[in-house]
Nanobody, 123 residues
Framework: QVRLVESGGGLVQAGGSLRLSCAAS????????VGWFRQPPGKEREFVAA????????YYGDSVKGRFTISRDNAKNTVYLQMNNLKPEDTAVYYC????????????????WGQGTQATVLS
């Protein structure tokens, strides 16, 4: 059982940065892979980034490679998404999700989800 809470969203100009946090409950957090997904207005949810339980492997969607970085601090039960060089098309609700053994880029394989945090990028 994992409870996830996202934070760090907000309003930023194009070219700016945001750092999102995903805070998790539970003492077995290091066993869980964590993914970030986003849902832009009027569009379907899409994969952003994922990280395995120990932070040894990371994965990124094509649209964010080179701009976003996922990391985790298991001592703090927290996963981060550093978002740099933001574009208006990055505007979305960002969700973190966790599972013991997901398919990293597929939302239906994650059992636990946060409530989301809004990131808005102005042109």
């Amino acid at each position: 059982q994992v409870r996830l809470v996202e934070s760090g969203g907000g309003l930023v100009q194009a070219g700016g940065s945001l750092r999102l946090s995903c805070a998790a409950s539970g003492r077995t957090f290091s066993n869980y892979a964590v993914g970030w997904f986003r849902q832009p207005p009027g569009k379907e949810r899409e994969f952003v980034a994922a990280i395995d339980g120990n932070g040894g492997s990371t994965y990124y969607g094509d649209s964010v490679k080179g701009r976003f970085t996922i990391s985790r601090d298991n001592a703090k039960n927290t996963v981060y998404l550093q978002m740099n060089n933001l574009k208006p098309e990055d505007t979305a609700v960002y969700y973190c999700a966790a599972d013991l053994n997901p398919v990293y880029d597929t939302d239906s394989y994650y059992a636990y989800w946060g409530q989301g945090t809004q990131a808005t990028v102005l042109s």
